[in-house]
């Protein structure tokens, strides 16, 4: 039914881009989670809503800031000893997403931008900025030294895989990790995502359940996981 329903969105794109999108999606399909990880779930109002649940203090990081409207809040409600946030940092002010145009007007930098921001914080040495690729900055991490990771990176299999590799190496036993854009489909771009393929198969391998199923109004919804005692 799912098939269909895409094939009929995108319809008025042509046989061909139905045919790739429609195997795409199908092979994004992740597999079934078995009961027992679901145990203790509950489903939250939103990602934001869900940090009032979560346990305070510790490290933590946020992997994919953007402008740092959602780093406010993790700083806010989570109360970190250390905050440390990453990111490409590649918005240009002719790059920039969801029609915003921070970096035009602020006239600097995207890094700049984010750094401006949260300077209070970085010279209290309470928040680190680390610029790159999401995987080869988590490499820099200690391992087991995180409590609690957001990921919000890149959205297709192969690139939430290579992450995975480096978040269970940094996150704690005892951590909690909270994966966002839980959807198979971007239907604004036509972009299939791989982020529930590769983190059913990361609980599965790794014996992760499912804390909190954190709905969005667009269905870019997130999950919360920790590891299953």
Known sequence: M???AIKHLLSRKGYTIIKTRAEEIDRMVPPQLPQYLFENSKVCSSREDVLHLL???????????????FSALLLEILQPQKFIAIDS???TEDSEP????IIRESKISHIEYY??????EIKQGKLEVLKGLSWDCLVQLPDKSIDYLYLDAGHSYEEVVKDIQQVKRVIKDTGIIQFNDYTLFDAFAFVPYGVPKAVHEFMLEENYEMLYLCLHRQFFCDVVVRKKN
Request: proline share 3%; charged share 25%.
């Open 55 to 69: 346990p305070k203090g510790g490290i933590i990081a946020e992997v994919g800031v953007a402008y740092g409207n």
């Open 89 to 91: 940092f590649a918005f």
């Open 2 to 4: 799912m098939k269909q």
């Open 115 to 120: 750094k401006k921001r949260f300077d209070s």
């Open 98 to 101: 969801w029609k915003q145009s």
